[in-house]
Nanobody, 123 residues
Framework: VQVVESGGGLVEPASSLRLSCAASGFTVDVFAIGWFRQAPGKEREGIGC???????LYPDSVKGRFTISTDSAKNTITLQMNSLRPQDSAVYYC??????????????????WGQGTQVTVSS
C-alpha cells in the first residue's frame, strides 16, 4: 500500500494550487484519505479528509478554501487549494486512514503516510 503526493510548488498569495495523492495497492473507495501539513517549527495539522462515503470534513483554518475530491478512474485524491496565504506554506502529506470517525483528519488514524510535497506561498 502506498500513497504519493504531487503538485506542490511556489505560488503567490491569493492564488490556487492543486495537489494530487495517487494510491497504489488499494482503491480509494476502500480507505478514507486524510490531508495533513507541517510547517517548520510547528506541529503537524490535519486539514481535511474524505471518507469512503464521499463525505468531507475540514477544520476552520481551511474551510471554504480547500476542497478534497476523489477521481476513482485515476485512483487519486485531489486537494484543491484556493485563496492561498503565506501561512499555508508547509509540507503537505496525504495518508490512508484506518479509521474515519470525526474528525477523520486525525493523525492517530493514519495507516500509511505519503512522502510529502512542499507548498510555499510567497510574493
Amino acid at each position: 500500500v502506498q500513497v504519493v503526493e504531487s503538485g506542490g510548488g511556489l505560488v503567490e498569495p491569493a492564488s490556487s494550487l492543486r495537489l494530487s495523492c495517487a494510491a497504489s495497492g488499494f482503491t480509494v473507495d476502500v480507505f478514507a484519505i486524510g490531508w495533513f501539513r507541517q510547517a517548520p517549527g510547528k506541529e503537524r495539522e490535519g486539514i481535511g479528509c474524505i471518507k469512503t462515503t464521499g463525505a468531507t470534513l475540514y477544520p476552520d483554518s481551511v474551510k471554504g478554501r480547500f476542497t478534497i475530491s476523489t477521481d476513482s478512474a485515476k485512483n487519486t485524491i485531489t486537494l484543491q487549494m484556493n485563496s492561498l496565504r503565506p501561512q499555508d506554506s508547509a509540507v503537505y502529506y496525504c495518508a490512508a486512514l484506518k479509521r474515519d470517525a470525526d474528525p477523520c483528519y486525525y493523525d492517530g488514524y493514519v495507516a500509511y503516510w505519503g512522502q510529502g510535497t512542499q507548498v510555499t506561498v510567497s510574493s
